[in-house]
């Protein structure tokens, strides 16, 4: 969470490719060493855990303006669906081979309590074929480059296109950064960052209300499986929750149910968004530019009664009903997954999509799943007081539930007001890709060719087109 805005301003001004590796590899060698810290030292393994979430920042905040500027328009769209099935999958699958893996370990051996530990071993394996697959299989694309090229299809091509391919897009319009510029240049301009995305009024409600979601995401990944298997115990007399024998059966269950309800949510809600933008099927004769605010408000609007109901369907001990009205309610969280980035992205020049993915992963972890569970735990503790039995520890939570509701309402609301600014937003990026080509098909380059020495090393492979020579060019003709 903290290493996401630095992550950020690298991945506007440097390599993303290789921030990525670094990440994964840190990510990998983090979460498999932390499997190997015995039980006296708890505070080395809390430091590993914390260091694992470096290597999480690096493509959670990077990676989307990556694919951005690889694809546009609907193909975009639907490469983030993809991309974001890994949150639902991810979550989901490490529920499953997690709790599959302890167990067959825990069932032929008698020296671990619960072998948890060969469950984390498990993940670094499939973290090693990522970075393999990313050394060979991907470049780094040029900032900015999608969006000129489909404009290009839409458009033809002008008279300056030739001359403007040189223009690195990731550099800002007030700068001059050649590939020699310290490296303190290199990250000038953080400040003029912070203030446009502050005046980007729908990044802001788009922030708001993906937080909310997030806290009650968070909250329900943690808190749920807990409530069943306090309300299994409570129904079947017995004293303590972690006496259920299907505990594992609960986590398997949820788990599963988290990563089936996430694919088709991310999935839904990316195709009802492309359909909604272009009047098709369901949506014929009422195409919107606001799709993507819109199916999210949708999404919040409905999960908020999804999930009071199942938590009084769990109370009731309707277990099965439970599960489904559960997995109802994550269809709906993440329906926005993946078009709430694609929104990001469409009201975010090129070169600040790091930098903007960066402080909403920030302020959504912060105020959203990282704090989320343990103020649900806070008020859950508070209700139930000395009580320690699974009916107390049950109908505590119950009451707890009831703020990750009112937040998943708030969402729904901040989400329409994200989609009344959207337009305008929509029309400011426009503006900016408009005049950066020129609005009268000639290059208004009004700043310094400068020509860089060939024999210095760039700093970053990205700011360069390998075609294309080492000349920069400024255009100073807008500042966004």
């Given at each position: ?9 690298l991945?506007?001004r ?7 590796l670094?990440?994964?590899?840190v ?97 670094p ?15 780094e ?117 988290t990563c ?33 605010p ?36 994550i ?14 992205m ?22 959203g ?6 103020i ?12 320690k ?39 400011l ?22 020509t860089?020495?060939t ?26």
């Open positions: 969470m903290l290493f996401a805005p630095v992550c950020g301003v991945g506007d440097f390599n993303r490719k290789r921030i990525i670094i990440g994964e590899i990510w990998v060698l983090a979460v498999f060493a932390s499997s190997f810290i015995p039980q006296e030292h708890f505070a080395s393994f809390v430091l590993l855990r914390g260091i694992v979430g470096i290597g999480e920042a690096s493509y959670a905040v990077v990676a989307p303006t990556f694919l951005a500027d690889m694809f546009a328009g609907k193909t975009r769209s639907r490469v983030l669906m993809f991309f974001y099935f890994a949150i639902p999958v991810g979550s989901g699958l490490g529920y499953v081979i997690g709790s599959y893996v302890s167990s067959i370990v825990k069932a032929g051996r008698t020296d671990c309590l619960d072998c948890w530990q060969w469950g984390i071993r498990a993940t394996l499939f973290g090693v074929l990522t970075i393999i697959a990313l050394i060979i299989g991907v470049d694309p040029i900032r900015g480059q999608a969006d000129r090229e489909d404009e290009d299809k839409l458009n033809g091509p002008t008279e300056s296109d030739n001359l403007n391919n040189r223009v690195h897009p990731s550099v800002p319009n007030e700068d001059v950064i050649t590939v020699t510029a310290p490296f303190k240049h290199k990250l000038a301009n953080i400040y003029q960052d912070l203030v446009y995305l502050l005046k980007n009024q729908t990044f802001v409600w788009s922030t708001i209300a993906y937080t909310a979601v997030v806290f009650s995401t968070g909250t329900l990944t943690w808190w749920a499986p807990a409530a069943i298997e306090e309300a299994i115990a409570w129904h079947h007399n017995i004293t303590n929750a972690t006496a259920v024998t299907d505990t594992e059966h609960v986590a398997l269950t949820f788990g599963g149910i089936a309800g996430g694919i088709i949510g991310v999935a839904f809600g990316t195709v009802a968004s492309l359909a909604w933008k272009r009047g098709l099927g369901f949506f014929s004769g009422y195409s919107s530019q606001r799709a993507d819109l199916v999210s408000a949708i999404g919040s609007f409905l999960a908020t009664p999804f999930l009071f109901l199942a938590i009084k369907l769990i109370d009731l001990n309707f277990i099965i009903l439970a599960w489904f009205i559960l997995f109802l309610t269809v709906c969280l993440c329906l926005n997954w993946a078009v709430n980035v694609d929104m990001l469409a009201i975010v020049v090129p070169h600040r999509r790091s930098i903007a993915s960066a402080v909403q992963i920030l302020i959504s972890h912060a105020f799943d990282a704090s989320g569970p343990w649900v735990g806070a008020i859950s503790d508070s209700v139930r007081g000395d009580d039995t699974p009916e107390a520890h049950f109908h505590s939570l119950v009451i707890a539930f009831y703020l990750p509701n009112a937040l998943l309402f708030l969402s729904g609301i901040t989400f329409l007001l994200a989609a009344y600014t959207l337009p305008k937003d929509l029309k990026a426009e503006e900016w890709r408009t005049n950066r080509r020129g609005t009268d098909g000639s290059a208004q380059l009004t700043g310094v060719v400068q860089v020495d024999g210095h090393l760039p700093l970053d492979d990205g700011d360069i087109s390998p075609s294309n020579g080492l000349n920069q060019y400024q255009n100073e003709a807008f500042d966004p």
